[in-house]
Nanobody
Framework: QVQLIESGGGLVQAGGSLRLSCAAS????????MGWFRQAPGEEREFVAA????????NYGPSVKDRFAISRDNAKNLVYLQMNSLKPEDTAVYYCAAGQRAFGAASSSGHDYNYWGQGTQVTISS
């Protein structure tokens, strides 16, 4: 079965950096777009970033654009989220997701993803 396992979360001070990783198994990883979403307590799930299967296109949520970068390594079945200039409002559980459609777009809609990881907590202190 498809598994997505996130890692790399933790507690950092504002202004710091973290790199999240997501290891995928059970699917032909190189065919599918991948996304990162986050959810803070009491908030709705928010789109963070997405990348197409061959890394030809990326997409970012407005609150993270110019601070975060998504990338992938199809040889290792990994997708990354490099997070810089972190702010307290970036505090959330971050989820990795695999797209529904092979060679699909780097969509910002959660409805376009059908596999999700368990999440990794990111906490930014002020």
């Amino acid at each position: 079965q498809v598994q997505l396992i996130e890692s790399g979360g933790g507690l950092v001070q504002a202004g710091g950096s973290l790199r999240l990783s997501c290891a995928a198994s059970g699917l032909t990883f190189s065919l599918y777009p991948m996304g990162w979403f986050r959810q803070a307590p009491g908030e709705e799930r928010e789109f963070v970033a997405a990348i197409t299967s061959r890394s030809s296109s990326t997409n970012y949520g407005p609150s993270v654009k110019d601070r975060f970068a998504i990338s992938r390594d199809n040889a290792k079945n990994l997708v990354y989220l490099q997070m810089n200039s972190l702010k307290p409002e970036d505090t959330a559980v971050y989820y990795c997701a695999a797209g529904q459609r092979a060679f699909g777009a780097a969509s910002s809609s959660g409805h376009d993803y059908n596999y999700w990881g368990q999440g990794t907590q990111v906490t930014i202190s002020s």
